[in-house]
């Protein structure tokens, strides 16, 4: 596979003739396969467009069409993202290696229905969410979620009294190779692994003061921010291990891969007075934390 053996990522104009050399080198179905990298690696829509854009080149061309066109869209999100957000576009491919070797061994230690969390065995503070497969219908790309948590996590750190925390994001990858997130490892356990027995309940956890917390911490999202969190259950929030040590939040809010901004919540059609109308969507975010409260109350109490 060329992923293999091509060591460096999407070719810049400097690397750009060594490419071409190598790419004259591949057989059309070592061609073929490498395109098809390519597309499966980006959201449907824009897969859908790039395969229009590139039909009719020959085999190479559209490969060669294909990096320009990752290119371009780095530089775009990149321009989108939140400051200080460290993305890695660009990597060495001894970078790549390195931490593909480090998470070999890696202990799983979540996964949901679209990515699997593992720790670094080096640094316990850090953890890695791999996407299991590339985002469909209406989940965020990467770059999208990477974005939504970077801004999270600001405005859960300017809210510090709420003691509601969301994982800082440490860096990213987009390179087709290794696409992931780096983010802060946090101590604490979910909601869902609570409620399947897999994890206690931590000690001295006061379910209404956390969930009030929570609830406030969503409203501001939502009222103040204009964001939505959307995916708000049992498996995206996190209750921390210890209850009752202060200056840190006691309660977290993760995975952004469903967040949107209100103007990409999608509108639905509704019947009022006999017509029908357009309406954007009554999302709340509240009523789900209400309801992973409830979960929660329900099962201790049994
Ligand atoms: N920063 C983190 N620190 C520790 N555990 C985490 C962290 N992020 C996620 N997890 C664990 O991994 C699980 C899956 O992560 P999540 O981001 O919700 O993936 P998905 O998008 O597949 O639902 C979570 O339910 C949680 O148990
Ligand atoms: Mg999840």
Redesign the pocket.
């Known amino acids: 596979m060329i992923r293999e053996s091509f060591s460096g990522s999407i070719p810049t104009e400097s690397r750009k003739s060594a490419a071409q050399e190598y790419l004259t080198n591949l057989s059309d179905a070592q061609i073929g396969d490498e395109i098809d990298r390519l597309l499966s690696v980006v959201e449907p829509k824009l897969r859908e467009k790039w395969e229009a854009m590139i039909e009719n080149l020959p085999l190479q061309t559209q490969v060669e069409r294909l990096w320009e066109l990752h290119q371009k869209r780095k530089e775009a999100l990149v321009k989108a993202l939140p400051e200080n957000v460290a993305i890695l576009q660009e990597m060495s491919h001894e970078f790549v290696e390195t931490i593909r070797e480090r998470v070999k061994d890696a202990k799983e ?9 593992l ?1 670094d065995p080096v640094n316990k503070h850090i ?1 890695y ?1 791999f ?2 497969r590339p985002p469909i219908g209406h989940q965020n790309s990467l770059i999208e979620e990477a974005s939504m948590q970077g801004l999270f996590h600001e405005i859960a750190k300017d809210h510090a009294e709420l003691r509601v925390g969301v ?1 800082r994001l440490e860096y990213f990858s987009i390179d087709p190779r290794l696409t992931m997130l780096a ?4 101590d ?3 909601v ?2 609570i409620l399947d027995k897999k994890a206690a309940i931590p000690e001295g956890t006061d379910i209404d003061t956390l969930f009030d917390s929570l609830g406030e911490f969503v409203k501001e999202l939502n009222e103040k921010h204009g964001l939505f969190h959307l ?1 708000i259950r049992p ?2 929030v ?1 209750i921390h291990k210890s209850q009752t040590t202060s200056g840190h939040p006691r309660i ?1 809010l ?2 952004m ?1 469903m967040s949107k901004h209100k103007r990409e919540v999608r509108s639905v059609v509704v019947k009022e007075d006999g017509a029908f109308v357009q309406k954007v969507d009554k999302v709340s975010d509240h009523g789900s934390v209400q309801s992973v409260r409830k979960r929660l109350k329900q099962f201790v109490q049994e």
Do not use: T
């Not at 230690?109 to 969390?117: M, T, Y």
């Not at 983010?183 to 946090?186: F, I, S, V």
């Open positions: 230690i979540g996964r949901g229905d679209n990515g699997k969390v720790a953890a969410k996407l299991l994982p983010m802060e490892r946090l604490a356990v979910s869902r692994d995916d498996g995206n996190m977290y993760i995975d891969g």
